[in-house]
C-alpha cells in the first residue's frame, strides 16, 4: 500500500519555485511550500512530477482485469472526448475501446453530419463543425440506471446533446440561448425528469454588443432540460460563474460548484477571493417561479433570477443558496446515499463536505458545511465506492487519495485523520470515476483516474502526448488501492459514466419504424423526377446497389434514399459519392438519405466504403451527370 506521507514528503521540494501570493493563507509551512508549487502547476501545467519520481510498483497489479479475447467485459464506460467533440465508449476491465459516438462534429466512418438527418441537426444546433463533451451522464430511474439515454455538454458553444444508447448515436443537439460555454452536465434525480447545462463564461444577456467593456454586468445561468423534448424548459441566472454540476438524489436540490465569484475577466483578479459560492438551487421552488409567472422571457426561454439580491431569495426560502466553499472550487459530487453533496477546493488542498439536510435549517448556508478534511494538492473530483469511501483526484500532487466521508464530518477542519491512502497516478488527473458512482448504489470494484499527461509512459509520438486512463481496482479496502492498467487515450477525456453492461440493450440491427425516411424493400427501388428534382430510392445489399447507373441532368437537386436490407448484424454498407463530399452509412435495416446539387457533369463511381464480402470492391455505380442545355 502507498504510504502517504512518503509521497506526499518526496513531491514536496520538485516544484518550482514561485513568488507570487501565496494561494492558501492559512497553511501550515509544509503545505505552504506545496502552494507555491501549485500556483506554477496551475499556471503552467508543469514541473509538478519527474521522471524520477515514479511511485513504487507496490501497488502495480497488472494480473487482474484481464479479459480473454472472445470474451465479454462487465461494464461500459463512456467517457467524454474533449475538443475531439465526441463519446468513446471503453469496456472495462479490458480498457478496450468499443466504440466512437460522435456528437458536435462530422464523422465519416457514421455518415454523420453527412446524412440529410444529422447534417440538419447540426446545422440547427448552431453550424459550428466542433464542441467540447466533458460530462457524460447517464439516464437513471429511481436512482440507477435504465439504459436508454447519454447525455453531453458542449462547453465551446453553450450546447447539450442526447445520445440514444439504443443506437449508440446521437439523436437531439439543442443550441442554448443566454450562454456562452456549458460546462457541467447532469440531471435532476431519482429519474432524470430534467437534465441540467451549467453556464460557465458569464456574458451580457443579451450578447448583442452591449456591456462589452462590463464585466460586472455578465451573468451565467443554470439552464433545465426537458429529457423527452430536448428543449430548454427554463434558467436560472445566478452571481458569478459556474463550473461542475450534481444533482441531488431526491428529486430536489442541484448543486454547481464556481470560481471568479469576483466575477473578474483575468485570472489574477479570478483568484483574489479565499472562497467561491457552492451554489444549491431548490429546483421545486424555481419550478414555483416559472408557475407563478415570476420570471423574464429571453432568448425565447424564462429566465429566473436567482442572483443573490434578487426578490425570490429574500426570507428563508430562497430559490437559491449560495454557500462559502474554499476557494475556487471544481467538482461536485453527491453522495450515493444523497447525504452529503461534496465539492473539491482545487487551489484549496479541503473538500468541502455539505450536509444537504441542513440547508433547509441554517440561517447562513455556509454552516451546512460539516466536515471540511485536508486532502492534498489540487482536489479536483471526487467519486464513491458504496462503502462510505470518496476518492479525490489531487491534480498538483498526481494522486488519487481515498479517504472516509463519515471520519471527516467527525474530524476537526482541515485534519488529515479522514484520510485512508494515496496511490500515485501518471500524471495530473482530471476527473476520476468509480463503477456507477453516479447512483444510489456503487459497485465499488473499479476506478478510472482520467490523466491529462502521460509523459513517459508510452512510446512517443511527437509532441502532442496521449493522455492517461489509468484503471484502478478499488475492490480490496484491506490490500488498498491497485494499479491496473494504463490506457493511451486521444484528447482529451474529461469524466466518464461507467454502468453494468446488462443495464444496456442495444440494437443488433435497426427497426426501420424508428427512421424518418421510409424503408426502401428489395423489388421497391424506382427513381422519380419532377421539375428538376430527381429522388432515387434503392437498396443495398452485398454486393450490389439497387442501380447500376444513374442519370440525372447537370444542376438537378438530387436525393438518394438507401436502406440496407440486410438482416444479418454486423452488414453495413455505404454509399459514397467522393467528388460531391458524400459518404452516408446504411447499418442492416437502416436508411439513410442524402441531397445534394449535380452541378459538375462527368462520370462519378458512387462505392460502398465498408468492406462487406469479397466483391466489395465490386459494390459500385455510376452516377451519370450530363450536361444542360
Ligand atoms: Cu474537471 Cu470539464 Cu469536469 Cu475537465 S472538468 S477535468
Ligand atoms: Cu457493401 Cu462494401
Not at 485512508?420 to 444510489?440: C, F, M, Q, R
Not at 448504489?441 to 496521449?466: A, T
Request: charged share 25%.
Amino acid at each position: 500500500m502507498s504510504d502517504a506521507n512518503t509521497a506526499n514528503e518526496r513531491r514536496s521540494n520538485d516544484g518550482p519555485a514561485d513568488d507570487r501570493e501565496p494561494l492558501f493563507p492559512r497553511l501550515p509551512r509544509r503545505d505552504f511550500v506545496k502552494a507555491g508549487m501549485a500556483a506554477g502547476a496551475i499556471g503552467s501545467l508543469a514541473g509538478c512530477t519527474s521522471v524520477l519520481d515514479r511511485g513504487s510498483d507496490d501497488d502495480v497489479n497488472s494480473s487482474r482485469g484481464d479479459v480473454p479475447p472472445g470474451e465479454h467485459d462487465e461494464y461500459y464506460a463512456f467517457l467524454g472526448g474533449g475538443h475531439s467533440g465526441e463519446v468513446r465508449v471503453y469496456g472495462l476491465p479490458s480498457m478496450r475501446q468499443l466504440m466512437r459516438i460522435p456528437v458536435f462534429g462530422r464523422e465519416s466512418a457514421r455518415g454523420y453530419g453527412y446524412d440529410d438527418e444529422t447534417r440538419t441537426m447540426l446545422e440547427e444546433a448552431g453550424g459550428y463543425s466542433w464542441g467540447d463533451v466533458h460530462h457524460p451522464r447517464l439516464s437513471q430511474t429511481d436512482n440507477d440506471y435504465d439504459g436508454r439515454f447519454a447525455y453531453v455538454n458542449d462547453k465551446a458553444n453553450g450546447r447539450m446533446a442526447r445520445i440514444d444508447l439504443t443506437y449508440f448515436e446521437t439523436d437531439a443537439i439543442v443550441d442554448i440561448p443566454n450562454t456562452q460555454g456549458v460546462h457541467g452536465a447532469c440531471a435532476r434525480l431519482p429519474d432524470t425528469d430534467l437534465v441540467f447545462g451549467v453556464g460557465e463564461f458569464r456574458v451580457p444577456m443579451p450578447n448583442d454588443g452591449r456591456d462589452l467593456d462590463d464585466p460586472g454586468s455578465y451573468t451565467s445561468v443554470l439552464t433545465a432540460i426537458d429529457p423527452d423534448s430536448w428543449d430548454v424548459a427554463w434558467q436560472v441566472l445566478v452571481d458569478g460563474n459556474m463550473d461542475n454540476g450534481d444533482g441531488g438524489k431526491n428529486g430536489r436540490w442541484f448543486f454547481a460548484t464556481g470560481y471568479n465569484s469576483e466575477e473578474a475577466v483575468s485570472p489574477s483578479e479570478m483568484t483574489g477571493s479565499d472562497t467561491d459560492y457552492l451554489k444549491a438551487f431548490d429546483t421545486l421552488l424555481i419550478e414555483d417561479a416559472v408557475e407563478n409567472g415570476d420570471y423574464e422571457e429571453i432568448g425565447g426561454v424564462p429566465v429566473v433570477d436567482g442572483r443573490r439580491d434578487s426578490p425570490l431569495n429574500r426570507g428563508d426560502e430562497p430559490i437559491v443558496h449560495y454557500v462559502d466553499v474554499s476557494k475556487s472550487p471544481h467538482g461536485v459530487s453527491v453522495t450515493p446515499d444523497g447525504k452529503y453533496a461534496i465539492a473539491s477546493g482545487k487551489l484549496d488542498p479541503t473538500c468541502s463536505v455539505v450536509d444537504i439536510e441542513r440547508l433547509d435549517e441554517v440561517d447562513d448556508p455556509t454552516e451546512a458545511i460539516v466536515g471540511r478534511p485536508s486532502v492534498g494538492n489540487g482536489p479536483l473530483h471526487t467519486a464513491y465506492d458504496g462503502r462510505g469511501h470518496a476518492y479525490t483526484t489531487l491534480f498538483i500532487d498526481s494522486q488519487v487519495v481515498k479517504w472516509d466521508i463519515e471520519a471527516a464530518v467527525e474530524a476537526e477542519e482541515g485534519s488529515e485523520d479522514p484520510v485512508i491512502e494515496k496511490i500515485d497516478v501518471h500524471y495530473n488527473p482530471g476527473h476520476l470515476i468509480a463503477s456507477e458512482s453516479y447512483t444510489a448504489e456503487p459497485q465499488g470494484d473499479w476506478l478510472i483516474s482520467l490523466n491529462k499527461l502521460s509523459k513517459d509512459r508510452f512510446l512517443p509520438v511527437g509532441p502532442m502526448h496521449p493522455e492517461n486512463d489509468q484503471l484502478i481496482y478499488i475492490g480490496d479496502d484491506e490490500e488498498g488501492m491497485q494499479l491496473v492498467k494504463d490506457t493511451p487515450a486521444y484528447a482529451e477525456p474529461h469524466d466518464a459514466s461507467i454502468v453494468k453492461a446488462d443495464k444496456l440493450d442495444p440494437a443488433a440491427v435497426y427497426d426501420p419504424a424508428d427512421s424518418d425516411a421510409e424503408f426502401v424493400a428489395a423489388g421497391e427501388d424506382d427513381i422519380t423526377r419532377e421539375d428538376g428534382r430527381v429522388h432515387v430510392r434503392m437498396t443495398s445489399v452485398r454486393n450490389e446497389f439497387g442501380y447500376p447507373d444513374v442519370t440525372v441532368t447537370e444542376g438537378d437537386e438530387v436525393t438518394f434514399t438507401v436502406s440496407n436490407i440486410e438482416e444479418t448484424s454486423d452488414m453495413l454498407h455505404s454509399l459514397a459519392i467522393p467528388e460531391y463530399d458524400i459518404n452516408i452509412k446504411m447499418a442492416p435495416q437502416e436508411t439513410s438519405e442524402v441531397t445534394f446539387t449535380a452541378d459538375r457533369p462527368g462520370v462519378y463511381w458512387m462505392y460502398c466504403a465498408y468492406f462487406c464480402s469479397a466483391l466489395h470492391l465490386e459494390m459500385r455505380a455510376r452516377l451519370l451527370v450530363e450536361p444542360s442545355g
